[in-house]
């Protein structure tokens, strides 16, 4: 009889093993599923922090409520962009447009200048590879008007859940803690708000950097005479908030259209663009970093092409953020709660 009884058990926890491991292998094709929508929540998080962090005085030094003043700095928010938008909207509309009907021409004229050294050929074969391996981004235009207005569809799903989020954040912070065994919920809670301090720190010095980023560039672009000034400097500024690939694609159109200008433009404008980005990366990023998470260059490097990979443009776009809260979370649910207390330092350093 004990042989059998330990047979059935011996099954039973075969039977339990299994059903455990179909249960993980079906939350992860779930997870995977629903990685457009997870992204998606996590830009909507993004938006409730800033959100918070403009409410934050305003529920300090005034009378009114957190929630009150979450909606307070949603009206001022569209108040700055409708002021923006009527002082400066035709003329960055205008300078788009001007953008847009020059660079075809500064492409020809690249290709002529090229040819006369006769390196026509080898810019051709460069722009074929890049047409290879991108060409569903060219081919298809009927696809990129649908994926423009499934874009415009989702920010605006991001803007409204942010809002909700930031309105009531201790009630979603409570149910996610909720979710966490009882003996690691302390940790979790810690963690979460390591994580949105980290975000919000981050957030803070990113948004100082595009303004300042963009705004010396569209100030030196006007200085040496590039055309559309302002709106290639909105583009810088736009372009700052992705790390390291993002000022690289903002210089391209300025350089196209310095280059039909002539080469001397072309330095002069390579030039700002490089002491631009050194004033970003030796003054402003050492500030930041002194506030917010310091992350390593090749960690920002490999989650953009991951986070690419896996999510596309959006991916792209939210890599930075979500890099950010990855690496507080794992050093503080992984390393710190979990190596650390496993295997204490025997010299009692921390």
Not at 27 to 43: A, D, E, I
Not at 264 to 277: K, R, S
Request: proline share 5%.
């Amino acid at each position: 009889m004990a042989e059998v009884r330990n047979g059935q058990s011996t099954h039973s926890s075969f039977i339990a093993r299994v059903l455990t491991v179909l249960a993980l292998v079906s939350l992860f094709f779930l997870l995977w599923q629903l990685r457009t929508m997870l992204l998606l929540v996590f830009g909507a998080v993004v938006v409730a922090v800033i959100l918070r962090a403009m409410a934050a005085p305003i529920a300090r030094y005034t009378p009114v409520r957190e929630g009150m003043a979450v909606g307070i700095s949603v009206i001022a928010i569209l108040a700055v962009l409708g002021v923006v938008f009527w002082l400066f909207g035709s003329q960055i509309s205008g300078q788009l447009g001007e953008l847009t009907s020059i660079l075809p021409s500064a492409w020809q004229g690249l290709e002529q200048r090229l040819a006369q050294v006769g390196l026509d050929g080898s810019l051709q074969q460069i722009v074929d590879n890049v047409g290879d391996s991108a060409g569903s981004a060219v081919t298809q235009a009927g696809r990129f008007a649908l994926a423009l207005g499934g874009g415009i569809a989702d920010a605006l799903v991001v803007v409204v859940g942010g809002i909700y989020l930031a309105a009531q954040p201790g009630m979603y912070r409570r149910g996610a803690v909720k979710l966490v065994p009882i003996h690691r919920r302390d940790a979790a809670a810690d963690a979460l708000d390591k994580s949105g301090k980290a975000l919000r720190l981050w957030l803070k010095g990113q948004l100082i950097s595009m303004a300042v980023v963009g705004t010396l560039t569209g100030l030196g672009l006007w200085l040496i005479g590039v055309p559309a000034a302002l709106a290639l400097g909105l583009l810088a500024a736009l372009l700052e908030f992705i790390p390291l690939a993002g000022p690289i694609i903002a210089a391209v159109p300025a350089l196209l259209l310095a280059l039909a200008q002539g080469p001397t433009m072309a330095l002069w404008t390579l030039g700002l663009y490089a002491i631009v980005q050194q004033v970003e990366g030796n003054v402003l990023q050492p500030l930041v970093q002194q506030y917010a998470v310091d992350l390593p260059p090749v960690i920002l490097l490999f989650s953009l092409l991951g986070f690419g990979l896996l999510f596309g443009v959006t991916g792209v776009i939210l890599a930075a953020p979500l890099t950010v809260v990855a690496y507080v979370l794992v050093k503080r649910l992984y390393v710190e709660e979990g190596l650390e207390h496993q295997h204490p330092d025997p010299s009692g350093s921390h």
